[in-house]
C-alpha cells in the first residue's frame, strides 16, 4: 500500500516562485524612481522587454492584492 503524504503549502506560494524578487525595485531606483511607482510600472511594459512586462504586471496585481483574493 502506498503512504498518503502531506504536503504541506504555503498560503503565499507565489511569492516563493518569483524568480528575481528585488527586480523591479532595481528597475526603477535605476530609472530615477524612489520606489516601485505606478509611472515605473507603465515605463517598463511599454519597455519591449518580454521578462520586464511580465514582471511589472505581476507587480501590479501584488500590488492590488488582486491574488490574495483569488481573482485573476
Sequence with gaps: M???????????WIQGAIQRPGRMIQYCK?????GVTEECLNE??????KSLVAAARLARRF???ELQKGKK
Design 44 to 49: 517598463a511594459e511599454k519597455s519591449g522587454d
Design 2 to 12: 502506498a503512504k498518503k503524504i502531506r504536503i504541506k503549502r504555503k498560503k503565499k
Design 63 to 65: 500590488r492590488s492584492s
Design 30 to 34: 535605476r530609472k530615477g524612481y524612489k
